[in-house]
Nanobody
Framework: VQLQASGGGLVQAGGSLRLACAPY?????????MGWFRQAPGKEREFVAR????????YYADSVKGRFTISRDNAKNTVYLQMNSLKPEDTAVYYC???????????????WGQGTLVTVSS
């Protein structure tokens, strides 16, 4: 585990949360493309959003487009996922990941965080 994800919690439907992801080591490069994935109980890990190393390019899963925003602050070596208008179906463990290519596939990412649980109640 190279990355630390934080910010998860319990929120009512329609509410908001902001997740953050930072490396454990200060020497971890900020030149990686970053992604957020999530995994609900009994389901496979799925892509949520990704951002290029410079922050100039972002891409979202259709299920979160218009509600979630991914951003990064390279000076702080931190990536964020702002989640608005949350729905019960957004409930999952959210993982951040770093890799050499801007991709939607789990296999494209080399470094992962431990995950943070987001629970959305109806």
């Amino acid at each position: 585990v190279q990355l630390q994800a934080s910010g998860g919690g319990l929120v009512q439907a329609g509410g908001s949360l902001r997740l953050a992801c930072a490396p454990y080591r200060r020497t971890f490069s900020s030149s990686y493309h970053m992604g957020w994935f999530r995994q609900a109980p009994g389901k496979e890990r799925e892509f949520v959003a990704r951002i290029s190393w410079s922050g100039s390019s972002t891409y979202y899963a259709d299920s979160v487009k218009g509600r979630f925003t991914i951003s990064r602050d390279n000076a702080k070596n931190t990536v964020y996922l702002q989640m608005n208008s949350l729905k019960p179906e957004d409930t999952a463990v959210y993982y951040c990941a770093a890799g050499g290519s801007a991709d939607v596939r789990v296999a494209a990412y080399d470094y992962w965080g431990q995950g943070t649980l987001v629970t959305v109640s109806s």
